[in-house]
């Protein structure tokens, strides 16, 4: 199964490299709310596999991946520039194996860059997630993308997110990690982790590919 991941993001990674542009304009892939369409893979320390595709048009992104070894499937829709920095967007996940866990939020994205080095984009959406089978509660996100440039294509990301729904159920992420851009290759390692109101806090390193176009 590792073996057959990692020949997975070494075919992904071995595409011929484009020059990724939007209005004639070079893309800074680090940055969440960039315009542009992407396949890509990431492999964790316990050699899961999920892939993502992503297509960007306009002031459009949609993405889809899957999570959690392919037993979720997220998608994620932005609309940016309705209002200066401020953009819609929506996040919706759907568990594949288990009878809970999907979620739906809409809300917004609001670009923050503060100087070259360091870069915010707020989100907060509220939606729902389904407790059990069939049965949603209402519920709302709070995170920010956070972005340190470091420059020669590096950078830092630390990306908190916080969920709360109406039947006092609460969950914390983070994904913490370094980039890496060369060309139209997105190199990110990093580590990602989470705990709930009832469980305790956990993570896992992983090594994530794009190649955008």
């Known amino acids: 199964m590792l073996k057959t991941s990692i020949n997975s993001l070494v075919l992904l990674s071995a595409m011929t490299t484009l020059s990724v542009t939007a209005n004639g304009k070079d893309i800074d892939m680090s940055d969440p709310t960039a315009v542009y ?8 320390e316990d ?17 889809v991946e899957s999570r959690q070894n392919f037993d979720a499937l997220n998608v994620r829709y932005a609309r ?11 996040d919706a996940t759907h568990q594949i194996e288990a009878d809970f866990g999907s979620t739906f939020g809409i809300g917004g994205i609001y670009a923050l860059p ?3 080095v360091f870069q915010f984009y707020p989100i907060i959406t509220v939606g729902g997630m389904e407790q059990m089978k069939g049965e949603w ?5 709070f995170g920010v993308y956070s972005r ?12 908190p997110f916080y969920t709360t729904s109406e039947n006092s ?3 914390t992420t983070l994904d913490s990690f370094l980039g890496y ?14 705990d709930t109101n009832s469980t305790d806090y956990d993570s896992k390193a992983y090594i994530k590919y794009k190649f955008g176009f």
Do not use: C, E, P
């Not at 050699?47 to 993405?63: F, H, R, T, Y």
């Not at 940016?80 to 929506?90: D, E, F, P, R």
């Open 80 to 90: 940016m520039k309705l209002w200066k920095g401020l953009g819609l967007y929506i």
């Open 137 to 141: 509660s209402g519920s709302a996100t």
């Open 181 to 194: 851009q060369y060309k139209t290759h997105m190199f990110r390692f990093g580590l990602l982790g989470s």
């Open 47 to 63: 050699g899961d596999v999920d892939l993502s595709v992503g297509a960007g048009w306009g002031n459009n992104l949609l993405s």
């Open 148 to 159: 340190i440039q470091l420059g020669k294509g590096f950078s830092v990301g630390i990306d």
């Open 37 to 44: 369409s992407s396949v890509g893979g990431v492999i964790n």
């Open 169 to 171: 159920f609460s969950s």
């Open 114 to 116: 503060i100087n070259k």
